[in-house]
């Protein structure tokens, strides 16, 4: 017996084998590139969602710290009208009491008060001979002095860090000068 022949099938089934995978690996290939991208996808979401965690942590401690910093500013404000009765009970005791040494204690307490309170970090808004600040200052009268500048007090202003706790009350100049002259044109003086 001869060796049987082989058969010629497989040879033809070959072509479509070999075709088969050429277009099963390009099939694979485009799976895999789209699974690909869809992994990207979610990885890119994935760090934009821990990107977005850490700004969220972050903005978190910075409004703790700012809610932190500024909460005493309720009881700053409302230690303001006490510390100008205090001030006003200071100035109002006379020459002969002032020499005493109940005075000398009470100006003792009143200056470690403000020497606190300054430590903490309020200051005292500067007011006359300085110029007219709408931020600092609430203007309540116009006076004979130089033209926007700051002629007198009439309550202290304060201010808490960069923050206005409250705006000083004051008079400012309206370029008339005191004696009843302009302040700023001397050229029309000299003309007259």
Same mark, same amino acid.
């Given at each position: 017996?001869?060796?049987?022949?082989? #058969?010629?099938?497989?040879?033809?089934a &070959?072509?479509?084998? @070999?075709?088969?995978?050429?277009?099963? $690996?390009?099939?694979?290939?485009? $799976?895999?590139?789209? !699974?690909?991208?869809?992994?990207d996808?979610?990885? @890119?979401?994935?760090? #934009?969602?821990?990107?977005?965690? %850490? @700004?969220? #942590?972050k903005?978190?401690?910075?409004?703790?710290? %700012?809610?932190?910093?500024?909460?005493?500013?309720?009881?700053?404000?409302?230690?303001?009208?006490?510390?100008?009765?205090?001030? #006003?009970? !200071? %100035? &109002?005791?006379?020459?002969?009491?002032?020499?005493?040494?109940? /005075? %000398?204690?009470?100006?003792?307490?009143?200056?470690?008060?403000?020497?606190?309170?300054?430590?903490?970090?309020?200051?005292?808004?500067p007011?006359?001979?300085?110029? /007219?600040?709408?931020?600092?200052?609430?203007?309540?009268?116009?006076?004979?002095?130089?033209?926007?500048?700051?002629?007198?007090?009439?309550?202290?202003?304060?201010?808490?860090?960069?923050?206005?706790?409250?705006?000083? /009350?004051?008079?400012?100049? @309206?370029?008339?000068?005191?004696?009843?002259?302009?302040?700023?044109?001397?050229?029309?003086?000299?003309?007259?």
């Amino acid at each position: 017996m001869s060796a049987p022949e082989p #058969r010629s099938e497989p040879n033809e089934a &070959a072509p479509q084998e @070999n075709g088969a995978p050429a277009s099963d $690996a390009g099939e694979a290939q485009k $799976a895999i590139e789209e !699974l690909q991208a869809k992994a990207d996808g979610y990885l @890119n979401n994935w760090r #934009r969602a821990q990107a977005d965690l %850490e @700004n969220l #942590r972050k903005r978190t401690e910075q409004e703790k710290q %700012e809610t932190t910093l500024w909460a005493g500013t309720n009881v700053l404000s409302a230690m303001l009208p006490v510390i100008d009765d205090f001030t #006003r009970a !200071l %100035e &109002a005791i006379g020459a002969e009491q002032k020499k005493e040494k109940w /005075f %000398e204690g009470l100006s003792l307490v009143y200056k470690k008060l403000l020497t606190s309170l300054e430590a903490q970090g309020l200051t005292v808004i500067p007011t006359v001979g300085h110029d /007219f600040d709408p931020k600092l200052h609430d203007a309540v009268m116009r006076v004979d002095g130089q033209e926007g500048k700051v002629i007198t007090e009439l309550q202290k202003g304060y201010k808490f860090r960069d923050r206005v706790l409250r705006p000083a /009350f004051v008079a400012v100049g @309206n370029g008339v000068k005191a004696s009843g002259g302009k302040d700023a044109p001397e050229k029309d003086a000299a003309a007259d």
